[in-house]
């Protein structure tokens, strides 16, 4: 009984996780918005491409936690997506002078769209999963003796 | 057997065609190798109501009722649109309440059903609408009409109408037209300057515009040159700083043509031409090679931004200096371009632009309503995948004039007359202003992708900030619902533009297509011509995306899909030999001919400028001339034909198989042409051709060509007489330009019969082809038997092993 690292990690984790759902929302939403002509692609992209790193840094950054407090289970399973993002970023259209993944000018192609929504729910479930997954990582460690 | 089937095909005359032509007959495409010739293709008669073939045209002319039956079929699913092409009895409508769906907003086309006098219902939406009182009442005079199917909305395909306020968020612009242009001694070196200052000054009449029609110039070496037109004499004003190019004047540097007509006259013949000619004498002003085309760009949008219209950038080398990401480097080794050009991995990032500096600039001109039109004039790397971002995404045109053979370097007469003939159409050619073209189709069907130079602003909307008769769009449809209670589905794009004049106008094109539930029918009444269009444009995403190779794997892995289908289609048929149906007997041909395209060949060395050209005409050339690109026409001039009449030569397909010793051959691949002569011609011909007795005297534009190394003198000048005055022993001093061909006009029927001919092409299509005279020996002749694509070649198949290969990955 004590609040380990481990603990600390997870409650951290939690934080930050909330967060990502509110970053999956919103990515949900604003390629809906674009299937739906509410906005321009131009903006959307201006709007989204600032969002993409952050997101990125986030997920890492509590990951880095749980690999220094020996979680290695849940380490496990968020390095898929981290090799995934990892893949997405290197893959980015060719040339773009700023941050993001998106460019105004292919994103309005089917292909794409429906990729970047499919992503935007699978992640919505993950993180949603993965939230009620922390908070029991949470509960059994500060109970763990 | 196969004598009895070649027998079969050349008997294939008119009434036989009908029976392949309804699909009851599969082509065994073994059986013949030149089965372009051989066959004949039936153009269905066409009235007022169908869409005009080369304006709006569908992949398969009849749809399959679900998704599956498409998946099914492996055909690609698309329409090919070429909305602002210049025919002519388009019906204009004005003075009358435009009859819109008030669900979806589609235009009343004649293929809505109409439910009695008052009501229609729309055929994209579904919906029920009431047609307005004014819509039976004849405009002139007034009485009420007795048969509603008589308005031009109801019996044309095609329909213009002009716009009301309702159609306008800001009042019509007035057309402007800014021209930003090199002048670094790689320009002066070019001599491009003084023709294009003739050129336009020689169109100030003719180019589109009203009374209130705006113009300017901006010059760019490594500083940037503004022209103030504003005074009684044009003002040259030099700005160093083009980090942060602070803009003298704005309003003087665009204005006004008609009232300050000659400012800008004395602008074009003294101003411009003593930039580097000066006390008479042609030298360079100060040896300047630096190029701030970025910085030039950004200055000319934020000149024009405010009204709107068309920027056109001339190029004459690589960007060097300007802000960060406008600077690009030489990414093309040409040591390495052969080998480059088999590895394909390392050639994707080439084909991608380098830096998102001009695509942004693009998207930002997108916005407000400018477009900029490029032409390349540099003989080397231009990095033409970065700088043409700047023309693709801005709803622009490219021109290059940097091919192999056929650039300054080589040629600097014929390139320089190619490009001021081509000045002249483009200065002169119809252009629409602030434009947005909308494809509406019927409730299940969704657009997938868009090809062609524009900005994809939502699902169905693509924003044109300029529209100009000559480039062509395509879309992908996917099927989203089955069709299964439904007898046709509908397309419907319209154009809404600012015509020259200052009128907002609207141009909807209407395309109904029947729907089909066998299989065997979609196959049937797959349009060959449109599918190749279709699945080369997918092509170069996919190079751009992935590379090369699989781009080539799947255009043959699309072929192979189309021979097993019809296999299971008609098994009986398909049960000999390599069968197809009818519809699809010449896509083999045509995707192997892809395959050694420039765009798309392997192993071969090419220019990367060339290819990233080729993949852009490929996007965005209309369906009339895209085929010709593809698979070139072959002539034997040779043959009687008379072109006064309107006969011409038939073509013979590419092999080598079909050159005649004797015979003089005309290649036409739209983007060149080739006058190939053979040795044994007859001599009266060589004679009345070109008033020479010997084969060997034939002036041969291979002769004076050295590989990639320095220009040697124009070959043309030969034979203009008027203006070589310093063209014979330098090539530091600017070239003139010569006659676009260089056959003599003799005044004979063989000679006039060529010529005409040979004018007849060339006005055929909107840019100049280059032209090319080659003896069979000449040093150039390799650049002709590359357009061989039925024969073999160093690094491909010919047509036949092609169809051999694919049989056998039919049968493994």
């Known amino acids: 009984m004590g609040f380990t690292f481990a603990a600390f990690s997870y409650v951290f984790a939690l934080i930050l996780d909330a967060f990502l759902i509110f970053f999956a929302v919103f990515h949900v939403i604003a390629f809906d918005e674009l299937k739906t002509d509410f906005k321009n692609p131009i903006d959307q992209c201006n709007t989204l491409n600032p969002l993409v790193l952050p997101e990125y840094i986030i997920h890492i950054t509590f990951n880095v936690l749980f690999l220094f407090a020996g979680e290695w289970f849940t380490v496990l399973i968020n390095i898929p997506l981290i090799a995934y993002h990892v893949y997405r970023y290197i893959h980015r259209p060719a040339g773009m002078s700023g941050p993001g993944l998106y460019d105004p000018t292919t994103i309005m192609n089917a292909d794409q769209m429906s990729r970047a929504t499919r992503e935007g729910w699978f992640k919505l479930a993950y993180y949603l999963l993965s939230f009620f997954y922390y908070l029991y990582g949470m509960i059994s460690s500060l109970i763990a003796v | 057997m196969v004598q009895q089937m070649v027998q079969q095909f050349g008997s294939m005359s008119v009434q036989n065609n009908w029976s392949s032509l309804w699909g009851q007959e599969g082509v065994n495409l073994l059986a013949d190798r030149n089965i372009k010739t051989k066959t004949v293709d039936i153009v269905p008669g066409q009235d007022t109501r169908d869409c005009n073939r080369n304006v709006m045209r569908s992949t398969l002319q009849k749809v399959p009722e679900t998704a599956s039956l498409l998946q099914k079929s492996r055909l690609p699913f698309g329409l090919l649109i070429h909305p602002f092409c210049d025919y002519e009895n388009i019906p204009i409508i004005q003075d009358r309440t435009i009859v819109r769906c008030r ?50 909305e109801l019996s044309h395909a095609t329909v213009e109408f002009v716009a009301s306020v309702e159609y306008m968020v800001r009042p019509p612009q007035p057309a402007a037209y800014l021209f930003v242009f090199d002048c670094s001694a790689h320009a002066f070196h070019l001599g491009y300057l003084p023709v294009m200052a003739d050129t336009i000054y020689s169109c100030l009449n003719s180019i589109p515009g009203d009374t209130r029609t705006m113009i300017g110039f901006i010059g760019f070496d490594s500083r940037i040159h503004f022209f103030n037109l504003g005074d009684k004499k044009p003002q040259h004003m030099i700005m160093p700083d083009i980090k942060d190019v602070f803009i003298p004047s704005p309003e003087s540097l665009l204005v006004n043509l008609h009232s300050k007509r000659p ?44 009204i709107g219209g068309r920027i056109t950038v001339i190029q004459a080398t690589l960007p060097s200096l300007g802000p960060d990401g406008s600077v690009l480097a030489n990414r ?65 045109s490219v021109f290059y004039y940097g091919a192999t053979g056929a650039n300054m370097a080589t040629n600097p007469g014929r390139v320089l007359a190619r490009f001021s003939t081509d000045l002249v159409h483009y200065l002169c050619r119809n252009i629409g202003f602030e434009a947005v073209m909308r494809l509406r189709c019927t409730k299940g069907l969704s657009i997938h992708t868009f090809h062609g130079n524009f900005f994809v602003r939502s699902t169905d909307l693509i924003s044109l900030p300029n529209c100009n008769p000559d480039n062509g769009y395509a879309m992908q449809i996917s099927i989203d619902e089955d069709f299964k209670d439904f007898n046709s589905v509908c397309f419907q794009a319209a154009v809404l533009y600012t015509n020259p004049a200052g009128e907002r106008r609207i141009r909807v094109h209407t395309l109904n297509l029947p729907i089909v539930s066998t299989l065997s029918d979609v196959i049937n009444f797959a349009d060959q011509e449109a599918i190749t269009a279709m699945l080369c444009k997918m092509a170069v ?6 590379n090369i190779s699989d781009a080539r794997e799947a255009m043959i892995n699309a072929i192979l899909d189309l021979l097993s289908t019809y296999r299971n289609v008609a098994p009986y048929e398909a049960s000999y030999g390599l069968t197809t149906s009818y519809s699809t007997r010449l896509l083999p041909l045509y995707i192997s001919a892809l395959l050694k395209h420039t765009a798309f060949r392997v192993g071969i060395s090419t220019k990367i400028d060339e290819r990233v050209y080729a993949m852009e005409r490929l996007k965005s050339l209309p369906i009339c001339h895209i085929t010709t690109y593809i698979y070139p026409d072959l002539y034997p001039v040779h043959t009687e034909f008379n072109p006064f009449a309107g006969e011409y030569p038939k073509p013979v397909q590419l092999s080598f198989a079909n050159v005649d010793r004797n015979g003089v051959y005309l290649l036409d691949t739209y983007e060149c042409i080739y006058l190939y002569i053979c040795k044994s011609v007859n001599h009266q011909w060589l004679s009345d051709v070109f008033g020479v007795t010997q084969w060997a005297k034939i002036p041969d534009d291979g002769d004076y060509y050295s590989d990639g190394g320095d220009p040697k003198v124009s070959k043309t000048s030969r034979y203009s007489t008027h203006h070589n005055l310093h063209n014979d022993s330098s090539n530091r001093l600017p070239a003139t330009p010569t006659s676009v061909t260089p056959l003599p006009r003799l005044d004979n029927p063989t000679s006039m019969r060529l010529n005409a001919f040979i004018d007849y092409l060339m006005s055929s299509r909107p840019l100049m082809p280059h ?34 290969h694919l049989q056998s990955q039919l049968k493994g």
Not at chain 2, 271 to 295: C, I
Request: include cysteine; proline fraction near 5%; charged fraction near 20%.
């Open chain 2, 332 to 396: 093309e080794d040409p040591n390495n371009r052969a080998s480059n050009s088999s590895n394909t991995a390392q050639l994707t990032p080439l084909l991608n632009p380098a830096t998102d500096f001009y695509k942004k600039l693009a998207l930002d001109c997108s916005e407000h309503h400018v477009a900029v039109d490029l032409f390349n004039l540099s003989p080397t790397f231009s990095d033409l995948a970065t700088v043409g971002q700047v023309a693709k995404v801005s709803g622009g």
């Open chain 2, 103 to 152: 669900n979806c907003r589609t235009y009343l086309n004649p293929f809505v059903r109409l439910l009695d006098q008052r009501r229609w219902q729309c055929n994209i939406c579904h919906r029920v609408n009431d047609l307005p009182d004014d819509f039976l009442v004849d405009p002139v005079t007034h009485k009420l009409i007795n048969y509603p199917l008589d308005q031009p």
């Open chain 2, 263 to 306: 400012v800008i006259e004395h602008f074009l013949y003294k101003t411009l031409k003593e930039l580097f000619n000066h006390d008479g004498v042609s030298q360079p002003v100060a040896v300047d090679s630096g190029s701030a085309m970025g910085s030039a760009l950004s200055a000319a949008y934020e000149v024009i931004s405010s």
């Open chain 2, 541 to 546: 995403d996919r190079s751009m995306s992935s």
């Open chain 2, 771 to 804: 032209f090319f005279l080659l003896r069979e020996d000449s040093r150039l002749r390799y650049s002709f038997l590359q357009y061989m694509y039925d024969d073999r070649s160093e690094s491909a198949f010919s047509y036949y092993e092609f169809l051999q």
